[in-house]
């Protein structure tokens, strides 16, 4: 940490925060310039966050060098973390697709889905049986019920199942029969339930919060492995912003700044991301070509039925079109779709 | 709700849209406009919002023109509500303060704390027993013997207790200890959370979320009175914005706006909503004249030392400046501090 | 400015970077942490701020200490600007009141509301003569015959005048007949507009603009105020964000923020921030608590014929209500309304 | 428009907008809802714009059904735009990329650039002769000895130029040396230097404003076209967020969205839109695939050297490596680098 004085700063303000800083057993580099005094601070990282120097007299700012991170940081683990979901692979050369629709809203419009995205290549069968929902009174999911037709789907078709976890009380529960555990954009910072799935041994896809910087989504990510879980995948689906002509604002930079700072695979969701379907098909393509390890995408029979999202579901026609499409570009970055 | 159709919408594409909303039991009524049509759809407020219409052929958008919730509105309940803590009244005539400490350190700490907001005239003690942090390796609270402090700083002062529920495990507990429960900006949408403490007969502060409209803010309070617990005031405390003078953009405007689309009460938090101690004085007499029914303030007796947010939190001496001008702006507004 | 290095920078990468300091003239002071090596440059600002450390090898990023502007800060001028408009005053114990219709739509329309003002007690009267429209078809203003109709209402009641200049053609044009410059929110990084009103000796009123940064928004005047004319008052109008229920997000803590780094008047526009009338009064009264010298006000005799901006215009009634209260709120922070 | 009248908006309110609406020559289309009465607008789109209903008695809000722009839309013409700018296209099946320094700092620096860029493929040279800078004290371009090494840089390799122009005055000076005259993002809505471009016979490329809606951003386009200059191409290049890690956020989905309403060609520059010259070669295959014609590129022959944006600027050989992963990816989406 740097601590920047006041250009008025006195002598006294300044030795006063050198004190604290040595009497909290740190050590203090001072650094005078020609209009204000600079400190730097050494010593253990977690002592320095928590140091509220920025309430002394004297002080103008306080700017962090170090990140409050380390599991998930490349200076942790230099190479790129691979997760196997019985077998299946995130991560590495090979390109992920989880598709299917928002929520399971019934057994026949599974299966159909199931089978759909099955055909057309994806590797992850994606549905909401607990469905968070900015109204009480809007659809809530099937829950227990959902998680059984998820289950069927897997045995029926041999897709992986991700599926989203809504509290600390049903991890348990999901975990029986997901093969993957999400955590939604809302929950990205109920850190609760975050050490809860970091006690499960279910790889985890963590969505960013709307709202999320990316060094407080890497700290999400971190608040699971350090419960001992080191399976987890970030996934990009939107931030919001002033733009209102797509229902978030899809940060797809997001996707090259991870790969530098984390060995984490990372995910894109360009359904939520931009909510309407006739951008999921650009966007896909751009994601694999900005370097993602694959994608979730909202497929539905017939969006136009959907109980929630229809507005950025895909139809099976154009989702075999973003396969066919993200092989091609996979191709151009090394990587490919099994 | 309105749907808009595309200017180039065929009859056909229109008439299968009427033939859904029909086949639904809506009712659909058509305008064509010079240049496109409008559908206007009239019926059952929850049908129409899981109908995905925009997923059909020649539709451009839908704009909703009800709002989801019902409980909070004005059109539910026209007198504003005033919530009685013990004796404490929060809304109406009354400004409520409620000041202490962002996190419970030691027992000597908030006693103190304790002591000084009293003084300068506080009706309710503030103070983290949990406490949600970006990274797990920072504080994150006392936890039980936090609740169990707050408890004996009660006794000794007389002062309301208002503390942070993190999940659905502890809101039995610190329902407990609490005479009212916070529930934390991150935690806004967090739904299984706000269902639980609908269930209880505590008040509820409930904070806005960081990237919450007025609306999702508004559903959100909507969760916890649909279980039966009426007894909720909202909490502004700032909105992520690209401005990083400020820790927040303290959003004053929706104290008025809330004010007129809903009859609960509305405290703001200038601590949070600008993270510099020096604005918390000139933002409380502003909340307080735009409207406010009470503030949040952060006091620390040794800011200093703070183990959280030393740097947004007051001094005593400086809390009770901001007391006196709080009760001669309330004045004005036709408010009073008891 | 501090450079920090790459964790895993190389000594010859730190010597390259400490070498070019040398070079140019700066000095640099080395500070090796435990994990990274932080580098403090001394010498002139500007040569520092064309620095192009960051394109170097093993530098991770650079931190700014010091700002770029002077003559708008603290350290240049420690007492309060007050500017003199034709002996009114702009800051200090006044509080300043700019009121009129948005635009200037004909004789009768702007003579009426400079006499509704005037009673009400504003001091200046507004009204655009020249108006920035979003769409090229939308009413662009009576240009030069507006001004005609402005000259002749400060005849009448002794009004002073504001009004926008959009380009650099029309300065000379609109300081004939304005005592003060408006440069608005879209035109705030329009800086040949900048320097030239800067080369007047007019007053001007400087708008923030939608995303500018306080930061930004400070050098914007110090770019006027560079050419020779100190006379700068700022005016926060609302930034860009999320909320969609305002226009924009009337950022309050502005008013603070720029009294506690700069020592200029600030003017606060509530019609403009929250777009809405019912907001006006509330946040008219925020905003002089909150530290503001004045207000800007859209008022109109008949909003609901107002060719802009009607929705956010109060009636002769309404504004009338805001000047009472907006006296005794000065009171209590002790200004008072001439 | 639409018209949705308050919940309790009396019928006496309701004439009041109906007789308004009928006087102004436009029909109303009423719409009794279970709750709340709706009214369709039909007529002449200017007259509707300027229509201030909102200030009217029992009047909630309106809803715009269609955009103001007209020349810019898919509706006014539908085949895509292809801009011929001396023989090299932007738009339709080819790929163009226009590369350069950021400031042109000196002739040595300029053709050096040129001969690099024009090297691996570019058909553009860019280079800012004018530099709009946040600060009056940061280097403000060569001016026009700057225009004068762009000419020369033309003639030794053939690239075309493109150039900013930052106010009305040099439009005429820039033309004489420039092949396409840039809009930067700070100048987007500085309306009279758009109708000034409009004014010429030079392509414009209009780059997207920091906090610009892509309805805004179109109309700004509008304004240069309704003067008769119909070779206008956009370029996103970033907007402004809660995000700090990259200098802007690079808003890709816009690039699909601006596809599907306009038929404006569409370059992309990932250098301003990220800030960080490592995330540029991602985000530039990204760009593509997501269906860009194009890339707007800082390169530098040593960017540790650039006296402006060094740290988002390419060295030659990386900007290499960007040229041909970006033929590849154009081959998927079937576009092709002359």
């Known amino acids: 940490m740097i601590i920047v004085m006041n250009q008025n700063a006195t002598q006294e303000e ?19 310039g020609s209009t204000r005094t600079i400190i730097g601070v050494i010593g253990d990282k977690k002592v320095i966050a928590e140091l509220p120097v920025e309430a002394m007299a004297g002080v103008e700012k306080t700017v962090s060098v170090t990140e409050s991170y380390k599991l998930v940081g490349r200076d942790f683990k230099q190479e790129d973390t691979i997760i196997d979901v019985g ?34 290549g994806a590797q992850f069968l994606r549905g909401g049986a607990y469905k968070p929902r900015t109204s009480p009174y809007a659809f809530q999911g099937l829950e227990k019920q959902g998680l059984e037709f998820l289950a069927e789907a897997r045995e029926k078709t041999g897709l992986k199942i991700v599926t989203e976890v809504v509290d600390v009380e049903s991890v348990a529960t999901v975990s029986a029969y997901a093969d993957m555990l999400q955590i939604g954009a809302r929950n990205m910072q109920n850190f609760q339930l975050l050490k809860a799935v970091g006690r499960t041994n279910k790889p985890v896809l963590l969505k960013r919060g709307l709202a999320a910087t990316i060094n407080e989504w890497l700290n999400a990510a971190e608040y699971i492995m350090s419960e001992g879980n080191y399976n987890v995948a970030l996934c990009e689906r939107g931030i919001r912003t002033f733009e209102d002509y797509t229902r978030n604002t899809l940060d797809l930079s997001a996707v090259a700044a991870v790969k530098s700072i984390s060995h984490l695979p990372i995910i894109v969701d360009p359904s939520h991301g931009t909510g309407k379907w006739k951008l999921v098909r650009p966007m896909s393509r751009a994601a694999i070509a900005g370097g993602a390890d694959g994608l ?3 497929v539905h029979p017939d969006p136009s039925r959907a109980l929630s999202d229809g507005k950025q ?18 191709a151009v970055v090394g990587k490919s779709l099994l």
């Open 14 to 32: 300044i030795k006063k925060v050198i004190d604290k800083l040595t009497n909290t057993g740190l050590k203090a580099h001072v650094s005078e």
């Open 87 to 120: 077998g299946v692979q995130i991560g590495g050369r090979q390109l992920t697709v989880m598709a299917g629709p928002c929520a399971v809203e019934s057994r026949e419009q599974l299966l159909e889905s199931a089978h759909i995205v099955k055909a057309a």
């Open 296 to 298: 979730m995408i909202e």
């Open 313 to 330: 579901s895909l139809t099976p026609e154009n989702f075999s079109l973003v396969m066919q499409e993200v092989a091609q570009i996979g």
